[in-house]
């Protein structure tokens, strides 16, 4: 169908041709012979019709005021309906609209009618136009009754209607050009306005899905956080009254002491998680945890057979929730990553606290060990804690230490500062880690 305009036309219209949506034959037609495309799309009838009924009285009234035009008759009024009935389709096909709208203009001038409301169906197609968008179309529609205008009143006077008809003033065409740059002006007034609140919706959109997009990413890290460590507590002290049940019941009864501290401690903070799913925009029944839960998570990994040894240097300062359970979070993370990952039992914990940031170092003596009860590696535990430092302004190195073992090393800016602060120490540690994640 495309290669059915002429080429003149299809270099005049563009690629961008406008086109009013044809109905659709067969199923996709709505019932009673209305296609789908178009009943789901209303057209402006009540503002059509008082803009039709105003035009045609109006005209009929402006006409006993102006002595020497053409009286109306019906031809006059056909071009005035015509021009107006177009305005019903001033959505769908504003292009086609405006021109329209100018052509039955330009007629009715040539034809010597009276000057009335037919400028105001001009105006309002070239309106619909430029607020679309289709600028030029509107630019042509509107300087093309002024020019013909100017040819209808101070040339063509001659041979067109009313007889004896002589050029008009030249004064008047600055009131009609200050009549055209002033329904083009308040046009691009309404299009630039439309533009702005189109752009408005958008980035309220994309603002609205970039926080649920990090609310998602939240609440991701806090399972995995969670689960990841709770689950490798239980995983060990499994295995470890399985191993003891029948030869030592009391440690055995231990690790399933462990088991139920820990699962319990899980199901906690899984529902709190879930909580903030259920009632968004709720605070929290309870606390977040933080670095005063240390003692509790250094407790825990000694129940999976990883003593931890924590040190603290600097004046300890409060830290914002956020801050804090970061911190908890990375700690957590990185033992959770030594408990299955590493062959060293002892870890070593550092807190620094300085006047910029809180920074962390958490070290074991490997070697790294891939477990039997599953493939090593594909984890998203070091993923998590550097998103979460990041999303503080901090970061978070892992890697091999040059003496043998693996360092987790974190450093979060504190809220207000600009983050400086010495680093633990003067070892090089390699951002790419090594050994495993959970």
């Known amino acids: 169908m495309e290669n059915a305009w002429p080429p003149w036309a299809r270099r005049g219209l563009g690629p961008g041709r406008e086109r009013c949506p044809a109905p659709p034959t067969g199923e996709s ?8 495309s178009w009943s789901g799309t209303r057209l402006p009838w009540v503002s059509t019709l008082a803009v039709t009924v105003v035009v045609l009285a109006g005209s009929g009234f402006a006409g006993h005021d102006q002595q020497g035009r053409v009286p109306l008759d019906a031809f006059a009024r056909v071009l005035l309906f015509a021009g107006t009935a177009l305005l019903l389709f001033r959505h ?10 100018a052509l039955a203009t330009a007629v009715y001038l040539a034809a010597g009618y009276p000057y009335g409301p037919v400028f105001l169906t001009l105006a309002l197609g070239a309106f619909a136009a430029i607020v679309a968008g289709h600028r030029k179309v509107a630019w042509c529609a509107l300087g093309g009754v002024w020019v013909w ?16 008809d002589g050029p008009a003033p030249w004064g008047q065409e600055f009131f009609v050009l200050a009549w055209v740059v002033a329904v083009a002006a308040l046009s691009e007034l309404a299009r630039v306005r439309r533009e702005q609140l189109a752009k408005a919706r958008a ?44 030869s030592d019941p009391e440690q055995a009864r231990s690790a399933l ?3 139920k501290g820990a699962s319990k401690e899980a199901l906690g903070e899984v529902r709190q998680v879930l909580d903030t799913l259920r009632t968004p925009g709720d605070a929290p029944r309870s606390p977040a945890p933080g670095l005063d839960r240390l003692p509790e998570l250094t407790e825990q990994a000694a129940g999976a ?6 040190s603290t240097e600097g004046a300890p300062a409060t830290l914002a929730p956020g801050t804090d359970l970061a911190a908890f979070r990375i700690v957590q993370e990185a033992l959770t990553n030594i408990v299955r990952h590493s062959g060293s039992r002892t870890a070593r ?31 998203n535990g070091l993923v998590g804690m550097r998103e979460r430092a990041a999303a503080l302004g ?36 390699t951002p790419a880690a090594t050994e495993e994640e959970s």
């Open 29 to 36: 037609a709505a019932p009673g012979g209305e296609s789908a």
């Open 92 to 101: 769908r096909c504003p292009r086609t609209v405006a021109l329209g709208a």
């Open 149 to 164: 205008h100017l040819l209808v009143v101070h040339w063509l006077y001659r041979w067109l209607p009313p007889s004896h």
């Open 203 to 246: 980035e309220r959109a994309a603002a609205e899905r970039r926080r649920a997009d990090e609310e998602r990413l939240r609440i991701a890290r806090e399972l995995h956080d969670v689960l990841a460590h709770s689950i490798s507590v239980i995983n060990v002290q499994a295995g470890v009254g399985l191993a003891l049940l029948d």
């Open 257 to 259: 002491t462990t088991i």
């Open 305 to 310: 057979g990883l003593a931890v040894e924590v």
């Open 349 to 379: 914990v550092l807190l620094v606290h300085t006047p910029g940031a809180l920074e962390i170092r958490v070290d074991d003596d490997g070697p790294a060990t891939a477990t039997a009860d599953g493939p090593a590696g594909g984890g």
């Open 394 to 429: 901090g970061s978070v190195e892992a890697g091999p230490r040059p003496d043998g073992g693996f360092r987790v090393r974190a450093r979060i800016p504190l809220p207000g500062t600009h983050g400086g602060g010495r680093a633990p120490d003067a070892d090089t540690v």
